[in-house]
């Protein structure tokens, strides 16, 4: 009996003793994880770099994730080098939607490829929706879209003014384009949204011109905004005073390449924007664009200081 005891007293100090140091290392492990932990902020819009043309990713809550819109015109494969490899940098394996403003090829390039590569089992993404505007007549990209969509066993969704979708706290209007519209012109009749979240207000323009700017001011009651995606990658027919007048954004994103060849963005557009006491950001300068929103700041960081 008192040899069986005295084991259970050897067996409880080989006890303490291995049980000290794993807890130091459970204490060192959890140290680095706190120096290297970063709080996610409740909304993070990310304008990539994709030459010419447009890709934003949306994180909400880190819970839902957005693509607006995903192509360029100088860059090939930009689904399968840019977009994908940020959204697996990101932790993201589910866009829970793709919205597309217009079926231009510097907007939709990318998103062909991935919609592609998911109906392949090429990737880890999957895809929940693919969000079109509502033209009455469908033009080629529009239908290659769809299918493609089809093909991944992607859910379509055709928007039009007036409609609304929410993501948790956060709310996407879309403004633009007006029931009926046919979709012949598909800058002009472009998808508009606008994002709320809190305080916090995002206008994505998609590539319309000042034409549909006046009828936007004409049909929606447009205030101040935060954040604003400059239509149709700077453009001198675009963005201009009257708009900027009432939208008054704190902070403007242009996506452009340095290598276009149509101006991009234009002496004009910038010169209206300075006027308007915008801060610009261009991803041909800057590279990608991070906005992060949290309660009522917004920050931004530039990839490369300009």
């Known amino acids: 009996m008192m040899y069986e005891k005295r084991i ?30 970063r709080a996610r902020p409740n909304l993070r819009i990310a304008c990539l770099d994709v030459g010419q043309g447009d890709g934003i990713v949306l994180e909400i809550e880190g819970t839902w994730n957005l693509l607006i819109d995903g192509g360029s015109s100088n860059q090939s494969a930009v689904g399968q080098y840019q977009i994908l ?24 390039s990318g998103t062909e490829e991935i919609l592609e590569y998911v109906g392949k089992g090429l990737t880890s993404i ?18 290659k879209l769809r299918e493609l969509a089809q093909t991944a066993d992607v859910q379509v969704l055709q928007v039009k003014a007036g409609d609304r979708i929410c993501y948790g706290n956060a709310q996407l209007d ?15 009749e472009a998808m508009v949204m606008e994002l709320e979240y809190g ?6 323009t998609g590539d319309i011109g000042m034409e549909t700017e006046k009828k936007l001011q004409s049909a929606h009651r ?36 340095a290598s276009n060849t149509y101006g991009h963005p234009s002496p004009e557009t910038l010169r209206r924007l300075e006027n308007a006491g915008t801060e ?15 309660e009522e700041k917004m920050k931004v960081q530039r990839f490369v200081i300009d």
């Not at 291995?18 to 994880?33: D, E, S, V």
């Not at 693919?130 to 080629?140: G, H, M, R, T």
């Not at 879309?174 to 002009?188: C, R, Y």
């Not at 305080?199 to 994505?204: I, P, V, W």
Request: proline share 4%.
């Open 8 to 37: 259970e007293r050897i067996q409880r100090v080989r006890i303490r003793r291995w049980k000290l140091p794993m807890l130091c290392i459970g204490m060192l492990g959890f140290g680095i994880w706190l120096l290297g932990y």
């Open 85 to 108: 490899p940020y959204l697996k940098s990101r932790g993201i394996s589910r866009l829970d939607g793709i919205f597309i403003s217009h079926t231009d090829g510097d907007h939709i």
């Open 126 to 143: 999957r895809v929940d929706h693919l969000i079109l505007p509502d033209w009455e007549e469908e033009p080629e990209n529009y239908l």
């Open 174 to 188: 879309i403004l633009w384009p007006e029931k009926g519209a046919v979709g012949e012109d598909v800058n002009e």
């Open 199 to 204: 305080k916090f207000k995002g206008l994505f």
């Open 222 to 257: 447009l205030e101040d905004v935060d954040f604003l995606k400059v239509a149709h990658h700077g453009s001198r027919y675009s963005t201009g005073e009257e708009f900027l007048n009432v939208v008054k954004p704190e902070l403007a994103v242009i996506s452009c390449s």
């Open 280 to 294: 610009i950001c261009r991803t041909d300068r800057s590279g990608a664009v991070i906005v992060e929103v949290d």
